[in-house]
């Protein structure tokens, strides 16, 4: 009788893998390059036994970090301002509502320019309380022809007397015409009147009944057919890219009041009252949103 086998008592002592097996994957033809990064312990033992190679590690180290920062400062300077972003010469003609055909050049401490003057972008046809330059020229026309000296058969004058009336009213109209370039014109305009000028600039170059008919049109996919766009009623004033700019003008405006003579008074120091948490709350803000931006 052959001799009996005990058998297993409890199926739990085995631990059975039904994962599959995983092939060996093939061996790469290049050098293997570690990219860990060492201890402390292997770097020291590394130094102390070749000098050499860990000299040439850390040349090699050094040389990609300088690489590196090189790279973070063009890319940097290719960001521009976090603030301003990249000030172009259509973003420095805010500064004076189109009316400056150069620059400020910028100024060392001694107040001596250290740059040469751009040109920049003008809008001469946009004046101060919402006129154009066309308005004022029709008006100052019009209101020549009425009030210029006419002679009639009712109402006749020597012809001595009629060219003193002529020179009379020459030299009155001059000087209105005078009067109302000093009113309607922006050099002697307010900040208001300023970004008020800027919103209408804005609208002029970004709206879309403007650049739909110079720039050309979103290409269309295969097959599509480009669809016949209804005809604008007045000016576009509400496209992302006209309220873009306007952003934009008004940033500009704020950042240079901040960094001015008067940036000294808007300094918050109502952080931690109950007016500012109040606010903090009602709008959501953090740390995230002011922090570097702001003096508290």
Known sequence: MPPRI???????TFSLCLRPVIKPSTPSPLPITQTASLSQKEKRRLAKQDPYRWAQMQ?????????REEIEAERKIQRGDPIRGITTPFVESFDSAGQE?????????DGNPIEEPHALPTSLHVLNNLISKSELDAAVENVYALTKPITSDYYALHPEEFKQK?????????????ALQRIVGLEKGSAKDRRHANIRRCIETFGRHETDLTLPPKPLSRGQVREEQPVRGGPDTGSSEVQIAILTAKIRALANELEGHRGYRDKRKERGSARWQHMVEKLGLSEATYKGQITL
Request: no cysteine; proline share 8%.
């Open 6 to 12: 005990p058998g297993v008592q409890r199926l739990n």
């Open 101 to 109: 055909p150069l620059s400020k050049p910028a100024v060392d401490e």
């Open 166 to 178: 002529i020179r009379e009213h020459d030299e009155n109209h001059a000087k209105a015409v005078e």
């Open 59 to 67: 040349q090699r180290k050094n040389a990609h970090l300088e690489r």
